[in-house]
């Protein structure tokens, strides 16, 4: 059992071989992709072949800046860990545009963002108990 008093936190991804160096890379304060050597494409998710060449793609550690996509406003409380409101947003890494990244802005209020908003990634340690390994790369705004 975990400590009783603590506040719940977010729901963790479950670690597996092919995303684990995605959620964990934080842990060493980069955030990473994974890049197909062939083409240069970046990949996300993690996969075993790039979908363009069938190349096996290489984890490589990215600036940390990122670019708002796209985004949502959750007044929903689905989970007691993330008090609401919160945003849900599409991070398009700087270095390929194309590539596009699920996450929750952080230290913003809904009414700042907009659509080319300049993020930067930073990382909230998951406190499950059972793996404190996950780092989860959510995004600031690049102020
Ligand atoms: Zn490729």
């Known amino acids: 059992m975990g400590d009783q008093s603590s506040s719940p936190s977010r729901p963790l991804p479950a670690l597996t071989a092919l995303n684990r160096h995605y959620w964990t890379s934080g842990a060493d304060g980069v955030w990473s992709l994974q890049r197909c050597p062939a083409c240069e494409r970046l990949i996300h998710p993690p996969t075993m072949r790039c979908q363009y060449d069938h190349a096996v793609p290489e984890w490589?550690?990215?600036?940390?800046?990122?670019?708002?996509?796209?985004?949502?406003?959750?007044?929903?409380?689905?989970?007691?860990?993330?008090?609401?409101?919160?945003?849900?947003?599409?991070?398009?890494?700087?270095?390929?545009?194309?590539?596009?990244?699920?996450?929750?802005?952080?230290?913003?209020?809904?009414?700042?963002?907009?659509?080319?908003?300049?993020?930067?990634?930073?990382?909230?340690?998951?406190?499950?108990?059972?793996?404190?390994?996950?780092?989860?790369p959510l995004f600031t705004p690049d102020r």
Not at 72 to 86: A, C, D, E, S
Not at 121 to 128: A, M, N, P, Q, R
């Open 60 to 136: 490589i550690v990215l600036s940390g800046r990122g670019v708002v996509e796209s985004w949502t406003v959750n007044h929903h409380p689905f989970f007691p860990g993330i008090p609401t409101p919160y945003v849900i947003a599409f991070v398009n890494p700087v270095e390929d545009p194309s590539v596009r990244v699920l996450t929750n802005l952080v230290e913003v209020t809904p009414g700042e963002v907009f659509v080319g908003m300049p993020v930067r990634v930073t990382f909230e340690v998951g406190d499950d108990g059972i793996d404190d390994a996950v780092h989860l």
